[in-house]
């Protein structure tokens, strides 16, 4: 299924430590702390629901809710970009 354009960016935790850029071919890029792209992999949106799978095989998923993204018991709010 295509992937929403709406969901397309980096989307971050309140802190700033947990970040997911969801880029448009399907792949995203997670950065943790200091570690830039700490996981990377694929993932797939179905309707708000997104499931991930790192390059390692390591799988996860998540819901968009009212426009935030709760994955694995992290809140992720949208970037805005300038």
């Known amino acids: 299924m295509k992937n929403n354009a709406f969901h397309m960016g980096i989307w971050v935790t309140k802190d700033g430590h947990i ?3 969801l880029l448009p071919d399907g792949r995203y890029d997670e950065a943790r ?12 949106i179905t309707g708000n629901h997104i499931d991930y799978k790192d390059d390692t095989g390591f799988t ?11 994955h694995a018991g992290m809140i992720l709010y949208k970037e805005e970009s300038n």
């Open 60 to 70: 996860a998923d998540g819901d968009f809710i009212d426009g935030i993204l709760y």
């Open 33 to 44: 702390g200091n570690r830039i792209s700490a996981y990377q992999g694929k993932y797939q």
């Open 19 to 21: 970040r997911h850029e």
